[in-house]
């Protein structure tokens, strides 16, 4: 059984930064890409990073391109999500997921296993 547990949102203000965890069970988390995910109240849930099992390769949103910065350590089982330069319009709860291919993809139906989100809250 695969679990993935995120932590590290909270509420910080336009600029400032917030760095997420995404903690996976399982000895297989090395094995598979990792996407973050957001969604804010009332809007579908939208793709904001990936990375690849060796952290080769990383896709972003437009709209987080040169701010956000996914990484990961597979000896702690644990993909990370530096925010900077936040903005109001960032608030949401943000979830991780494991991916079901090998490439970095943007779809929600190419993931599965999703964390249960934790709230990240940018105020103007």
């Known amino acids: 059984q695969v679990q993935l547990v995120e932590s590290g949102g909270g509420l910080v203000q336009a600029g400032g930064s917030l760095r997420l965890s995404c903690a996976a069970s399982?000895?297989?988390?090395?094995?598979?890409?990792m996407g973050w995910f957001r969604q804010a109240p009332g809007k579908e849930r939208e793709f904001v990073a990936a990375?690849?099992?060796?952290?080769?390769?990383?896709r972003y949103a437009d709209s987080v391109k040169g701010r956000f910065t996914i990484s990961r350590d597979n000896t702690k089982n644990t993909a990370y999500l530096q925010m900077n330069s936040l903005k109001p319009e960032d608030t949401a709860v943000y979830y991780c997921?494991?991916?079901?291919?090998?490439?970095?993809?943007?779809?929600?139906?190419?993931?599965?296993?999703w964390g249960q989100g934790t709230q990240v809250t940018v105020s103007s």
């Open positions: 997921a494991r991916g079901l291919m090998l490439w970095v993809g943007a779809r929600t139906d190419e993931y599965e296993h």
């Open positions: 990375i690849t099992w060796s952290g080769g390769s990383t």
């Open positions: 399982g000895r297989t988390f090395s094995s598979y890409t």
